[in-house]
């Protein structure tokens, strides 16, 4: 097994590091003094991040994550033509600092909205909604879960498609939302259920809901333990009666898991690339606080408990990145249902490493890991999160232990 990297993989990956170093990181203080200024009226375009979007496009760190096309020589819609496992080399760069995605249009939910545009949309779907999602005019949403149902089962979700002549009627209320607090949030793509007697997984269907469509509102936006997460933010959205034409269904009706699937395997490649990339960062807190202070006549990183937690926090690092790269390079080579297993496994084991480097982090901070002074609880705050989002552990173990347990049945 050669562990070397391509000449493309060094290329990206240095180039997405270097650009991060030079302008991205600088530009955090002046990130903090914009957001500042907004007030109570958080909910608006951040300038600093637009002017190092162009800065990214003009370098041509545009759309990473888009993967490579069999018509790429003539296709309009496409990006660096990375497969995942290139990508997720640059998503772990673009971790270390929880916005700077977004400097290369490569921030969830539009990545993943882009994708399903990319694999499934029409001609028109991609004109109107892929063409400025790929140019970072618009910005959009996912509204897949609901608070009234356990959505870790999707076949729970109750959102009613209706279909009406030649427009659909959609009635539901979804929330963590993510994305619909951004004034340049334009389009949704919502799952409802069209078909409640269909067979179990034919009974939903996704449709794109422009966000000025009436009847669609955002009720609140709901904070992550406390942090708002302005302008990007999560929200409960109310939809109803909103009247679409049947030309917004995504794929076909009834083919709403099909889409999700497609849609959610290289997004949770992504989010765990990113969890490491801040696992790294508070490793190097960690790090750098041990060795500054003094505590019982010796500095702290000379304590064994700290060389103990230090040391246990690279080996998690590695051991986890080496098992994302492993189904990131299984996704290209045999497809996302041939590595169910290790996308499974990585989606459990990426949060759960990255959260225990950020508390041992804060822990090493003292009182300071848990203000804002650090960063340190709103890292922790967004990667607890990822214990949830694209299923949670408990969905991923339980597949993980179906595939486990069916080597070893005895066939009847």
Not at 17 to 26: D, K, L, N, T, Y
Not at 125 to 140: D, F, H, V, Y
Not at 376 to 385: E, H, P, V
Request: some cysteine.
């Amino acid at each position: 097994m050669d562990f070397t990297l391509t000449e493309t993989e060094r290329h990206y990956q240095s180039r997405v590091r270097a650009f991060i170093q030079q302008h991205v990181e600088p530009a955090v203080p002046h990130y903090y003094e914009e957001m500042a200024g907004f007030g109570t009226d958080r909910w608006q375009i951040i300038p600093v991040i637009e002017r190092l979007k162009e800065k990214a496009r003009a370098e041509g760190l545009w759309n990473l994550f888009l993967p490579p096309s069999p018509h790429h020589d003539t296709e309009e819609y496409h990006g660096a033509g990375l497969t995942n496992l290139q990508y997720a080399l640059c998503a772990e760069e673009m971790g270390r600092i929880a916005w700077s995605s977004e400097v290369f249009n490569c921030s969830a939910p539009d990545t993943g909205n882009m994708e399903v545009f990319h694999r499934y949309g029409t001609e028109d779907q991609k004109t109107q909604w892929l063409k400025p999602l790929m140019a970072g005019e618009i910005r959009s949403a996912f509204l897949m879960t609901e608070p009234e149902v356990a959505s870790s089962d999707a076949t729970n979700i109750q959102t009613e498609i209706r279909r009406d002549g030649d427009d659909y009627v959609i009635n539901g209320r979804k929330w963590w939302s993510s994305g619909v607090g951004d004034p340049r949030c334009k389009i949704a793509i919502v799952m409802g259920k069209t078909n409640p007697d269909a067979p179990r997984h034919s009974q939903q269907t996704q449709i794109l809901v422009p966000m000025d469509t009436p009847g669609v509102t955002v009720k609140r936006m709901l904070p992550v333990f406390g942090y708002d997460d302005a302008p990007h933010g999560h929200g409960e959205v109310i939809l109803d009666n909103v009247r679409v034409p049947t030309s917004n269904v995504i794929l076909g009706e009834g083919r709403g898991f099909e889409v999700a699937q497609g849609r959610l395997g290289p997004g949770r490649i992504h989010h765990c690339m990113r969890t490491l990339g801040a696992a790294e960062v508070a490793l190097e807190k960690m790090a750098r606080r041990l060795l500054s202070r003094v505590a019982f006549g010796r500095p702290i990183a000379e304590q064994s408990i700290w060389q103990q937690r230090i040391a246990e926090a690279r080996i998690d690092i590695e051991m986890t990145r080496l098992l994302c790269l492993k189904a990131a390079d299984m996704m290209d080579k045999v497809g996302n249902k041939e590595a169910q297993l290790e996308i499974a496994m990585i989606k459990v084991a990426g949060p759960r490493v990255a959260l225990k480097v950020i508390d041992d982090a804060i822990q090493a901070h003292g009182g300071g890991g848990v203000s804002d002074d650090f960063g340190l609880a709103k890292m922790y705050a967004n990667i607890r999160t990822m214990r949830l989002v694209d299923g949670p552990d408990e969905v991923h173990n339980r597949a993980i232990a179906r595939l486990e347990l069916g080597r070893y049945k005895v066939a009847h």
